[in-house]
């Protein structure tokens, strides 16, 4: 193994936990899909951890291995759109540092937050749905009207809350005659 | 170039054949046996004289040793004795299968108790005798391989059998993804392709996306209880009920003629699929209350076998379609499909997976050798530095930690790239607890009960506090081989510690150093050629 590449895997080790996926895969924060997977076939033949089977075992095959596992979590996060759109405000956020391994809700809390969505209880989720469906059809009163009976059924649930008050402000704004 | 002391061979131990392979020269070569054979049946025949036979010769013993002879290892491995297919495998297979220490399984010969990693060590024993033989000088370093969709237990388990044969085995390397490397290595080839894997006991098929110098797998699925011996056993229920309305004879009801049932079914799946219908004759199968000995006489049409079969045929695609989902793909995404294992040869699967790909199958792929030239390929490269392909492949199934009431959380989502590791905090769940235990499973049901469990963890060493103070962050590994790692550390002390994931009925240290010196004891017979 040639000496620049043990400097070079050596230093990635030391700073590893400081950096984001993007700098792990060494790519923009905009890169398009086809860019992140060209660039983590680039680090997959750099830090493969085969490439270094017949290395000893000791603290820079560790290392490698380390890195190599972290390349993996890095194009895992950012080959999904959906993970990666949430990893990128994470990053972007005033959290950085406590965000910089992206972590996936867990499955309770993505189905909590479903069900905050559309509602938690059948009668919520009835006068929600009717509710959408007036917004829809631009019926903006009736639209208010079911949003405030989803409500008295989960009176803390912030999705209703913001639809109701969106539906009251596009009532004040209607103009239209019939 | 390897050095000869270094030279790592490549095993494909499959379920009812294996295969081995090595690079000779350059090349990819199967290694034949002194007959000439280069796949050899994964039964082993303990005989009176205290020696082993393996390979073909031993296959006759089924029928004529039947006690001793013990076939179809790998559908038991790493499983549980409480396990459906244990239970299946004790109802017709004629060898003695028992429970041992913590719910594990056991096959008793004579008054010999062997582990099923110590029945595999067998067979991989005379696979790296096959390759001794014709090298003229020890070998020491193997790859196996296994079904893509076996569980940590399995992957165990086979390693352990790696190991009690005295090979260090350099990688337990996916099916599907060695007859992919066979198919592409060195042919410049930009692809997507996927691997319809149908061996004897299992089903595998996985998705890749090829390029230059990288063999990546994009996603893999499988069913662990679908393969050839299925296809087998409808023949043999057939065969079996035409008997019993004929002669009011249930030939099942015999372990005896249950087998020479089996075989000739066998072979009437081998012939039809060939010459497009099969006659199968089996003289003496049995006798009537009178003692008049009975012969089995019947004629098995292509089309009659085809629909005995259709349904496991579609289940393939089932798999296939998850598979597919997993990659976000569609059949029209893809540039090739190639076949693997001798059940593929059946022209129901050659035309259904035709139909369901929309494409023809690639040719001129040998379906009983080609992992075996993958697992050589890969052997090979792993002990060469400048080796320029690598191998990007993922775990099978979701990886989940029981958590109250019986169910669990994901850890790591099947068709992660491996290696990789995740971590997560817990916390002490009362005063003063001392210890902490995560159980560990495989599977993709949040219920435990649904999931397969690995084993169980436990932790200690870490402060000692009040209930929801000590921290302890706990983080799980899968490595190159697909294998589960766990280790606990306390966030504030930094103490840790670590183990790697025993199935609690795989075997210990001790148990491995036991098998392994007997291992190296037995005397591998050396049978006569098949005929």
Known sequence: MDEAFEIEAQALAQVLDELDYFQVLKIGQNASPPEIKSAYYRASRAYHPDRFSTLPAGELKDNIGRIYKRINEAYVCLRDDTKRTKYLADVLGPERQKKLRFVEASEQELKKEKEQEVGATPQGRKFYMAGLADMAAQRFAAAERNFKMALTYEPNNPNFKAKRDEAGKLIKNDMSIR | MAEPDDIAIGIDLGTSYSCVSIIENGQTTVIPNEWGERTHASVVSFLEDGTVLVGNSAKRNIITNADNTVYSAKRLIGRFYFSDEVKKAQAVMPYKIIEGENNSVRIQIR?????????????????????????????????????????????????????????????????????ALAYGFGKDITQKIAVYDLGGGTFDISILEIGKDVFEVLSTAGDTYLGGDDFDDRIMTWLAEGFLKQNGIDLRLNKYCLQMLKEASERAKIDVGRDGSAKIRVEGICQDPSGKVMDLNATLTEAEFNRMVMDLVQRTFKVCDEALQSAKMTTQDLD????????????????????????????????????????????????????????????????????????????????????????????????????????????????????????????????????????????????????????????????????????????????????????????????????
Do not use: W
């Open chain 2, 111 to 179: 008054d010999n108790v062997y582990s099923l990693p110590e029945i595999s060590a067998l067979v991989l024993k005379e696979m790296k005798s096959i390759v001794e033989n014709y090298l003229g000088h020890e070998v020491k370093k193997a790859v196996v391989t296994v079904p893509a969709y076996f569980n940590d237990n399995q992957r165990q388990a086979t390693k352990d059998a790696g190991r009690i044969a005295g090979l260090d085995v350099l990688r337990i390397l996916n099916e599907p993804t060695a007859g």
């Open chain 2, 336 to 531: 090739a499909v190639i076949l693997v294992g001798g059940p593929t040869r059946l022209p129901i699967i050659r035309t259904s997976v035709k139909h369901y790909f929309g494409k023809d199958v690639m040719a001129g792929i040998d379906p009983d050798e080609v992992v075996a030239m993958g697992a050589a390929i890969q052997a090979n490269s792993l002990q060469d530095a400048k080796s320029n392909h690598y191998l990007l492949d993922v775990t099978p199934l979701t990886l989940r930690v029981g958590t109250v009431g019986g169910y669990t959380d994901k850890i790591i989502d099947k068709n992660t790239p491996i290696p990789i590791e995740r971590s997560k905090s817990y916390t002490t769940n009362r005063d003063g607890q001392e210890k902490v235990k995560i159980r560990v499973y495989q599977g993709e049901s949040s219920k435990a009960a649904e999931c397969e469990m690995l084993g169980e963890f436990e932790f200690s060493g870490f402060r000692i506090g009040y209930r929801g103070e000590v921290r302890i962050e706990v983080t799980f590994e899968i490595d190159t081989n697909g294998i589960v790692n766990v280790t606990a550390a306390d966030v504030e002390t930094g103490q840790k510690t670590s183990c790697t994931i025993r199935l609690s009925s795989g075997l210990t240290e001790d148990m491995i150093k036991v098998a392994k010196e007997k291992n190296a004891r037995a005397t591998l017979a050396r049978g006569e050629a098949a005929a």
